[in-house]
T-cell receptor, first 112, second 113 residues
Framework: DQQVKQNSPSLSVQEGRISILNCDYTNSMFDYFLWYKKYPAEGPTFLISISSIKDKNEDGRFTVFLNKSAKHLSLHIVPSQPGDSAVYFCAAITSGTYKYIFGTGTRLKVLA | SAVISQKPSRDICQRGTSLTIQCQVDSQVTMMFWYRQQPGQSLTLIATANQGSEATYESGFVIDKFPISRPNLTFSTLTVSNMSPEDSSIYLC??????????FGQGTRLTVV
């Protein structure tokens, strides 16, 4: 049972344009959501997060949107840069459990 | 934040052997975890490494196959025992300073032949 789903395994975007990565979840107990970026031969690095009490969180070029009714979140990268090319993982957690549930990742390629 | 050093970074092992992966954190942390990422799959939690007591394993993972040690608050090891090609994965050590952000080591890429 995949509680966190990233249905797009890959995405290609032109440099300077917007990248939109999507994530869906099924467990209504999740109350905190995170995005991680992973380069080859490196561990995932934290990118941005959002609490379920918010519907948007912004950090520079990165914005995460949360739609609780649809159990959907998205990561927007504007403008996209070639250095953003990586695998992006969505993760969800119920506060206090320390159990992160990850999606399968979306490989983003930003074309110069 | 936390800096996590994991070694080895990669290894190729013969089936039937065992490999121990080490994880060192630059500060004392309470919550320490081991994850596995099989090819094309998401990160899956193997167990929570508890300091001074037995690890807490997730469904589908057992201590005989993945023994874990946690002698102090900065160090843990994961052993992959009696390996088979199905154990070929990336193994990741992770810590949580607060429960809403996890930090990861660079991972150990294991290939079993």
């Amino acid at each position: 049972d995949q509680q966190v789903k990233q249905n797009s395994p890959s995405l290609s975007v032109q440099e300077g344009r917007i990248s939109i990565l999507n994530c869906d979840y099924t467990n209504s107990m999740f109350d905190y959501f995170l995005w991680y970026k992973k380069y080859p031969a490196e561990g995932p690095t934290f990118l941005i997060s959002i609490s379920s009490i918010k519907d948007k969180n912004e950090d520079g070029r990165f914005t995460v949107f949360l739609n609780k009714s649809a159990k959907h979140l998205s990561l927007h990268i504007v403008p996209s840069q070639p250095g953003d090319s990586a695998v992006y993982f969505c993760a969800a957690i119920t506060s206090g459990t320390y159990k992160y549930i990850f999606g399968t990742g979306t490989r983003l390629k930003v074309l110069a | 934040s936390a800096v996590i050093s994991q070694k080895p970074s990669r290894d190729i092992c013969q089936r039937g052997t065992s490999l121990t992966i080490q994880c060192q954190v630059d500060s004392q942390v309470t919550m320490m975890f081991w994850y596995r990422q099989q090819p094309g799959q998401s990160l899956t939690l193997i167990a929570t490494a508890n300091q001074g007591s037995e690890a807490t394993y997730e469904s589908g993972f057992v201590i005989d196959k993945f023994p874990i040690s946690r002698p102090n608050l900065t160090f843990s090891t994961l052993t992959v025992s009696n390996m088979s090609p199905e154990d070929s994965s990336i193994y990741l050590c992770s810590v949580a300073i607060i429960d809403t952000e996890a930090f990861f080591g660079q991972g150990t890429r294991l290939t079993v032949v």
